[in-house]
């Protein structure tokens, strides 16, 4: 059965194998390579931390992580669900306090980006970088990655910092592989995580500790006047004391050292909104940003402008290089970044700019609309990625590693995509993506792109159109792939019919969709479903592409798995 040009292919002949799930033991190295990552040491002090934070009022905190981990192998720092929103309750900053403070008693630490598979992977691939680069800066994404797990393997006492954490499973390959070491994991997932990694509910700061965090930021010449000290108290308790907003009304004090705590309330909102169960992240923070947003456009428009755009890109290390415009002079993007920090609006570096999500997400939300209909910022973001990736042309060769590199920034387009927003250029890069991720065998990865292209082509094309068909083929083999058979079935059925009533009862494409619809079926243990599915099936393939095919191989051993395993008799996994 053919694959179409869009990417869809059968998975019928595969027996339904498990989807991708960043095993890297699976990859194969060198035995040279292999050598290198248990003799290679890594030089003392070896860490890829940020600068150390400030971490007020957290030391019961610390001290249970310090308890936890000197008796097991890690633990999840979680929020309690006193605090609605996306974050902001100070996680990332006590794993980053815990690990300064003992970076002494490990002879790595490493921060890895754990919102997904593929960050997972690429930071475990600058460990390798980073010990081994004359053969890592030649190597592939996954190899890199499955070097540097070697290489933790053969080399105990580390620390590796698993960062905002999405889903459990995602970490599975590496808390399975590595135990000569501590995992911390930050997550807003209280739940799902193995016995072996205790979870701590992290809370909001107690009253006094907040308020001495927003004095420290707001006041770093000198302690404040007692009235300032009350002032901040009801300023802490208005903003419920989360640190986060904390810190954001902190640096917008200290920017603005004529503006007093008085003055700086009474330009907030009389009353925060509240949540059932404490305040709504999101509204206190855009509260807070409505004064400082006016402050940096006062200072420097091109500060907005590019917090903006920022606000549609990945959250951790976007490249500086790739918000650069070719036709401005640098300096005006470095000093508007410069000026981003100073408000802690966004955490830059000589080469990349990290934003808080929740940032991003109330940027998003309150974004103004632009004359063509687009929210401010989502057109600069998309135009960043097309001047870099087009001209570099398809992820081949020595440009593939680029896209390695910005393929979290297309996640964070494709993931954010404004219903009804179109962009025909930025739409092809989603599908040169998934298909490069796809032949890469990282097809898990592509969901997002996948649903992005989907959304696009019915915007665009309608429901019934053929290159509909196929990016919903191509979005229910992600999910297949994935695992998540309750979307991909249903999808797989929609592509099923449709086909059946244009194209001939033996089309290439109606096969392969028939063999996935059946192969997901099988999976899902709906043998009742499958079997006459594959009945059908065979004779057609074989009609088609000859007996001895090896697609109808493929579908003649599928149909005698399922057959066995209705029977009760062994058969091959499915």
């Known amino acids: 059965m053919s694959t179409e040009a869009s990417g869809e292919r059968s998975v019928a002949a595969q027996h339904v194998t498990n989807a991708f799930t960043g095993d890297v033991s699976t990859v194969a190295l060198p035995p040279e390579v292999l050598n290198a990552a248990r003799d290679i040491q890594a030089p003392p002090g070896l860490s890829n931390l940020a600068p150390v934070p400030v971490c007020v009022g957290r030391e019961v905190d610390l001290g249970w992580l310090e308890r936890t981990l000197a008796t097991g192998g890690g633990t999840a720092i979680t929020q309690t669900p006193a605090v609605h929103g996306l974050g902001g309750i100070g996680k990332t900053t006590l794993a980053l306090a815990y690990a300064h403070r003992h970076r002494g008693e490990y002879g790595v630490i490493w921060w890895i980006n754990a919102d997904s598979p593929a960050r997972i992977e ?34 105990p006492g580390w620390l590796l910092v698993f960062d905002n954490a999405e889903a459990p499973a995602d970490l599975d390959p590496y808390l399975g592989a590595l135990s000569g070491g501590h995992h911390l994991i930050t997550t807003r997932r209280a739940t799902g995580w193995p016995h072996s990694v205790p979870a701590y509910a992290l809370g909001t700061l107690a009253p006094d500790e907040a308020t001495d965090l927003l004095c420290s930021s707001a006041f770093p010449g000198g302690p404040p006047t007692p009235h300032e000290q009350r002032q901040a108290a009801v300023l802490a308790a208005e903003l419920g004391y989360l640190p986060l907003a904390l810190e954001q009304a902190g640096g917008y004090l200290r920017q603005n050292p004529a503006t007093t705590v008085d003055a700086y309330r009474e330009r907030l909102a009389r009353k925060l909104d509240k949540a059932a169960d404490g305040i709504d992240a999101e509204r206190t923070i855009a509260r807070i940003w409505t004064q400082t947003l006016r402050a940096l456009a006062a200072r420097n428009p091109l500060a907005v402008d590019t917090l903006r755009t920022l606000a549609w890109l990945a959250p951790d290390y976007i490249p500086v290089a790739l918000l650069e415009d070719p036709g401005a002079d640098p300096d005006d993007l470095h000093e508007a970044l410069g000026l981003l920090g100073a408000y802690t609006m966004a955490t830059v570096t000589r080469h990349a700019v990290s934003v808080h999500r929740l940032v991003q997400t109330v940027l998003r939300v309150t974004a103004p609309t632009e004359p063509d209909g687009s929210p401010a910022g989502r057109r600069a973001a998309e135009q960043a990625l097309l001047d870099v990736l087009v001209p570099l042309g398809p992820p081949t060769g020595n440009a593939a590693a680029l896209w390695d590199v910005l393929m979290p920034q297309l996640f964070a387009l494709a993931g954010t995509r404004p219903a009804g927003h179109r962009n025909d250029a930025v739409d092809a890069l989603y599908d040169t993506a998934a298909q490069y991720l796809r032949v890469q065998g990282h097809e898990a990865h592509t969901v997002v792109l996948r649903q992005a292209n989907l959304a696009h082509a019915q915007e665009v094309l309608g429901d019934a159109h053929p290159d509909t068909l196929a990016a919903v083929g191509n979005l229910a083999h992600s999910y297949h792939m994935v695992g998540d058979l309750d979307r991909a079935v249903p999808l797989y059925r929609t592509v099923l019919a449709r086909r059946a009533q244009a194209l001939g009862d033996t089309h290439p494409d109606l096969l392969t969709t028939r063999a996935n619809l059946a192969a997901a079926y ?15 099936l065979l004779p057609q393939v074989e009609e088609v592409f000859g007996a001895t095919h090896p697609d109808s191989l493929g579908v003649r051993r599928s149909l005698s798995v399922v057959r066995a395993a209705m029977a009760g008799r062994p058969h091959e996994p499915f």
């Open 122 to 155: 690429q930071s475990l691939g600058a460990l390798a970088l980073k010990l081994f680069p004359a053969w890592a800066g030649r190597a592939a994404p996954d190899e890199r990655c499955a070097w540097a797990t070697t290489w933790l393997q053969w080399h």
């Open 522 to 536: 099988a999976q899902a243990g709906e043998l009742d479903s499958a079997l006459p599915l594959y009945e059908a």
